[in-house]
């Protein structure tokens, strides 16, 4: 059942499991338990990267999974380098508190100390509001590829429109961690990679954590993915003849290794290269940035439903994921994760602190060696008593379900993801926000989306879309809600919106009962089922929800049948061809 690519991927497991476990002769049963699941995870495809977890100054489990590059099967090993995204932003943050524990600035100096002839809507900007985002800056003044020198990045910056009152609020900005950089050069003399290696990286070891200072192999680099696509590397993207891009330096970018960022939080966490005041100052809850996290320095503090703290940051940019966490209550249990396909990044983070954390989190199902002519004579077309026909194919890993409307899905899924009445709620709402939306109406959209954008823009940003598809497609005439199936952080609603000529099809994303987003997909939600027994079939969903199962039998009469569901809320389909 294993395609090429997983069979030699789970080879790699095999070969490397032994050396991968533990440092420690009796582990832990969580770490245990993180590694069986990490190796399933990968075995089914459903992610690519390195993990390291470690405990205090012991290492746990250090160890590659599946491919960092797909296409010349290059394994992820506990050596791989990838860019760390908007972790970069700690570098940053320790930099101006290492400067300022030499006596050359203060965290509360204004942006007019270091810079002349400042704009006056910037000039009382503090170093501390731009460490906390809370200093009005934009997010972003261009693309991370379009290179741009620090001089006429910083033009830039003094010229644009502030997105707030400095000091007032919290609101993310790159730029702000950018400017930040430019303070460092300005102040040590020294470029900002330099002074970051000659502050930290050297000290420390961390000889492969940089720009471009380490000289990176680029046979050791994460190749990035999004839907199966190859993006490359960052490296790629930058015009390295000229550095990298200043929409990019101090606020990411920066590459490193699962090891050399494991020593840097043991170095910050031992106040080995910052004083313990700098540190707590790094480390705290500056300003709310949610209901249950706090900015700090570059560094995020969260309360996690099971009143625990968890610290850290990650980093991302759609196609590269890199997450970097520790939990002070559990003896610096600490875990970086490199993953080269962001969703699946975000996924499996969030799986691993419920695992460390020691939360109730369905298992991944483990492979039953079902062969490719078993699966293939289960596959097919079958009717339920309604009269509905369901489809069943196969897949690399198992078979794919394809069911035309939402209720066979709360069938399905009902009672082992989620609640059944909680599926049909979401499913419910959904087609009457969708079937307004057709029609003209955006009210319910706009009362669903929780009053974020005003009602008037977002009438014209859905009403340009939806005359843009009526002129390609024709009249609207109805939307059809599909089901509601679990993704990697929630749930997402598929809807097929019918037109006179041609149909488009949208996932609506709901977290925690609220919607959250919507956008455009390519056909109907795929329901991926792995073999788990001689006729049984589960799937798996990384929002930590349970599996739903599919089990294949006879009727009394020996006619092929397909159980969808388990319990009362199961139902049976007899195949028809």
């Known amino acids: ?178 400017v930040l950089a430019a303070v460092i050069e300005k102040v040590s003399g020294q470029g900002y990679e330099v002074f970051l290696h000659e502050t930290f990286f050297n000290p420390l070891g961390m000889a492969e954590t940089g720009y471009l200072i380490p000289q990176f192999d680029p046979e050791r680099l994460a190749i990035g993915y999004r839907n199966d696509e190859r993006w490359g590397t960052l490296l790629e993207k930058q015009d390295l003849n000229r550095g990298f891009s200043w929409h990019l330096v101090g606020n990411g970018g920066i590459h490193s290794t699962a090891g050399d960022m494991y020593h840097w939080l043991r170095s910050l966490r031992t106040q080995e290269i910052l004083t313990a005041d700098s540190t707590t100052k790094l480390f705290g809850r500056h300003v709310a940035e949610g209901d249950d996290s706090y900015y700090g320095y570059g560094w995020v503090t969260f309360d996690l439903p099971n009143g625990e703290t968890m610290v850290g940051h990650n980093g991302g940019n759609g196609y590269l994921f890199e997450d970097l966490n520790f939990f002070p209550q559990r003896g610096d249990l600490a875990f970086y994760l490199m993953v080269n396909d962001e969703a699946a990044g975000q996924a499996v983070s969030g799986y691993i602190v419920r695992i460390l954390t020691e939360q109730d989190v369905a298992a991944p199902p483990e492979l039953h060696p079902l062969s490719t002519f078993k699966v293939e004579k289960l596959t097919g077309t079958y009717v339920l008593d309604s009269g509905e026909k369901l489809s069943v194919l196969t897949t690399d890993l198992g078979i794919k379900l394809e069911t035309p409307s939402w209720q066979v899905q709360a069938a399905v899924y009902g009672g082992a993801i989620a609640p059944m009445e909680e599926l049909k709620a979401m499913s419910r709402e959904t087609a009457r926000i969708v079937q307004a939306v057709v029609e003209g109406d955006l009210r319910p959209l706009f009362k669903a989306y929780g009053e974020k954008v005003p009602l008037d823009e977002l009438q014209k940003v859905y009403g340009e879309r939806l005359r843009d598809w009526e002129e390609e497609h ?104």
């Open 474 to 577: 024709g009249e609207a005439r109805s939307a059809s809600v599909l089901g509601t199936v679990p993704d990697s952080r929630g749930f997402r609603t598929w809807v097929r919106i019918d037109f006179a000529n041609g149909s488009l099809y949208q996932a609506w994303a709901w977290r925690s009962g609220s919607l959250v987003g919507w956008g455009p997909r390519d056909g109907p939600p795929p329901q991926i089922f792995y073999p788990v027994g001689p006729s049984e079939f589960a799937s798996f969903s990384l929002a930590g929800g349970g599996s739903a199962h599919l089990v294949f039998g006879k009727d009394g009469k020996g006619a092929s049948t397909l159980r969808l569901g388990v319990g009362a809320n199961s139902l049976v389909a007899k195949r028809v061809d």
């Open 1 to 178: 059942m294993l395609n090429k690519r997983r069979k030699i991927a789970l080879l790699i497991l095999l070969l490397h499991g032994t050396l991968a476990v533990v440092a420690a002769a009796q582990p832990p049963s969580w770490i245990v338990r993180l590694y069986r699941d990490l190796t399933r995870m990968a075995t089914l495809d459903l992610f690519d990267g390195t993990v390291l977890v470690a405990q205090g100054e012991e290492i746990l489990l250090y160890q590659g999974y599946g491919f960092a590059d797909r296409e010349n099967e290059v394994a992820f090993a506990t050596d791989t380098i990838s860019t760390i995204g908007s972790i970069t932003k700690q570098f940053t943050a320790a930099a101006i508190l290492a400067l300022e524990e030499q006596g050359k600035l203060s965290v509360e100096d204004p942006l007019s100390k270091f810079f002349a002839d400042l704009p006056q809507d910037k000039a009382d900007i503090t170093l501390h509001q731009l460490l906390t985002h809370t200093a009005g800056m934009p997010d972003a003044l261009g693309e991370d590829e379009d290179w741009i020198g620090r001089d006429a990045f910083l033009e830039q910056v003094w010229t644009a429109e502030l997105a707030g009152e400095p000091g007032t609020e919290y609101s993310y900005s790159n730029v702000g961690y950018s």
